[in-house]
């Protein structure tokens, strides 16, 4: 591939509304046929640069290419790569993609992603930058939605950590593209959305309010979307302690709740839905994660230029 050829995901805006339904189209065809699937990678390899913790990110894009048939190289751990060293990010990645055709890289540094997307040969996929973006949870709430909902007319709170949390901050801007959204915004007035997000939501003219009660919210969700409180953004940990157990979601708190209503999570999560929850039919945190795995395998297909 040439390097204008190469398509990268650093945010989710880099890929269009039609090429999302896309790997919708294409990963649900793998959840009904996953054989059809199984030697479509073959000979071909992922490598997976985690300079920052991972497990189901890292874990379903290396179940994602295994089940296509292809191999995976990486690390997860900076220390354990040459970053020690002082190797630069673009180093690494250039030198990555002389033994793999497709990377996703996950880095503490907010930015980092794109600027080693400017010198890599291979496609690049953004696994988490920072709290910043993460463009493939994204892919996988959205297929989520797609197959509990629809895409498009619900009321969905987001609630906990919405200014450090970046799979908030790709699925606002993924969702601002589909028709009838209703966003509640429910979090401690010190972890509100950053402004930078608000500002593309008032230029989509989407509907927003911003709350800090769960209990208020809860009656008008159609999807509640919790989210953990990150820790490791933190400037210190007093803050963190006092912020950590804001949110708790329990049975008796979802009373009020409609009853299709879908909990989601990123994962991993905390103390922010007690484990109580997970029976309750509403629950759809684990099934997101396979969810994963489908639009993952997807996203190489479709960045490797075989779908
Ligand atoms: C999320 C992340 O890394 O941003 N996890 C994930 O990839 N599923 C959410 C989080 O860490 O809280």
Redesign the pocket.
């Known amino acids: 591939m040439s390097k204008s050829e190469i398509k990268n995901l650093i945010k989710i805006t880099d890929l269009s509304k039609d090429e999302i339904d896309h790997l919708i189209e294409i990963a649900d065809q793998i959840e009904a046929n996953p054989k059809g699937f199984s030697e479509m990678c073959r000979h071909k390899k992922l490598a997976t640069l985690f300079f920052?913790p991972?497990?189901?990110?890292r874990l379903s894009f290396t179940a994602a290419m295994m089940e296509l048939g292809g191999d995976v190289l990486g690390f997860d751990d900076a220390g354990s790569s040459s970053a020690t060293k002082g190797e630069s990010v673009s180093d690494t990645v250039v030198m990555a993609g002389c033994y793999a055709d497709i990377i996703a890289m996950?880095h503490p540094k907010e930015g980092a992603p794109v600027i080693a997307s400017q010198k890599t040969t291979v496609p690049l996929i953004n696994?988490?930058d920072g709290g910043h973006f993460?463009p493939?949870?994204t892919l996988?709430d959205l297929l989520t939605i797609s197959r509990k909902k629809q895409l498009g007319n619900f009321t969905i709170g987001l609630c906990g950590?919405l200014m450090f949390?970046?799979?908030v901050h790709s699925l606002i801007e993924a969702l601002l593209r589909y028709e009838g959204i209703k966003f509640i915004l429910i979090s401690p007035p010190e972890l509100r959305l950053p402004k930078y997000v608000k500002d593309e939501m008032d230029e989509a003219g989407a509907e927003w309010t911003e709350c800090e009660a769960l209990e208020d919210a809860m009656p008008d969700l159609d999807i509640l979307y919790m989210?953990?409180v990150?820790r490791e953004r933190f400037f210190n940990e007093e803050d963190y302690v006092r912020l950590r157990d804001s949110y708790i979601l329990t049975l008796d708190k979802l009373k009020t709740a409609k009853d299709d209503m879908i909990i989601m999570h990123?994962?991993?999560r905390v103390n922010e839905i007690a484990v109580e929850v997970d029976d309750d039919p509403r629950a759809c945190y684990f099934y997101q994660?396979l969810c994963?795995k489908h639009i993952r395998m997807a996203l190489i297909l479709y960045l490797l230029g075989l779908k």
């Open positions: 920052e991972s497990t189901r990110t996950r696994a988490g993460h493939t949870q996988t950590d949390g970046r799979t989210t953990r990150q990123p994962l991993p994660a994963g």
